[in-house]
């Protein structure tokens, strides 16, 4: 079963356009984190939110959590080519300490 | 050095082989994970450890055989593996279980079983 449900699986789009990524899940989650990951590297942890409503800002990324916690969405403004790479979403329930559920990620390339 | 880091990088290895993945944090964490990485699917979470204890074996056959010897050094010990194992090995480390939710990734290795 897959809990974390991620859209659109894949995205090609020019250097300075916008977009959006979702996290979507049935499920309700003490929190959510985005990671991006580029080829041949580890997962990078690039935001936590723990608050329903919650909006968190990382330069041009906006990262958004749901207000009933089920789900979350990355938008990035103005993209670059070092934006490219895997975005992953993973949630967590307390007290189910150390088991993250991951979403199958969003592959963005920003083309130059 | 800083982070997590991971050896080897590649490794190609035969079924009937015995090899052994290391991972290494340098973060001062109490709780390691390993992590399996295969093209398009999650990260499906394989076994972890919380102060060199096993907490967590996500259903992962025998023939991957965890160690934690320290809270900074954990091995995946491979043997009589099979081709669908072939995929990304990723280690992670958190703070402790009660904050596992924000996890550092080492780099990974890619294995491939021939």
Known sequence: TQLLEQSPQFLSIQEGENLTVYCNSSSVFSSLQW?????????????????????????????????????????????????TGLYLCAGFKAPNAGKSTFGDGTTLTVKP | ETGVTQTPRHLVMGMTNKK?????????????????????????????????????????????SPECPNSSHLFLHLHTLQPEDSALYL????????????????????????
Request: neutral net charge; hydrophobic residues 30%.
């Open chain 1, 35 to 83: 990671y991006r990951q580029e080829p041949g590297e580890g997962p990078v942890l690039l935001v936590t939110v723990v608050t329903g409503g919650e909006v968190k800002k990382l330069k041009r990324l906006t990262f958004q959590f749901g207000d009933a916690r089920k789900d979350s969405s990355l938008h990035i403004t103005a993209a670059q080519p070092g934006d």
């Open chain 2, 20 to 64: 052994s993945l290391k991972c290494e944090q340098h973060l001062g964490h109490n709780a390691m994970y390993w992590y399996k990485q295969s093209a398009k699917k999650p990260l499906e979470l394989m076994f972890v450890y919380s102060l060199e204890e096993r907490v967590e074996n996500n259903s992962v056959p025998s023939r991957f």
């Open chain 2, 91 to 114: 280690c992670a480390s958190s703070q402790d279980l009660q904050g596992g939710y924000e996890q550092y990734f080492g780099p990974g290795t890619r294995l491939t079983v021939t």
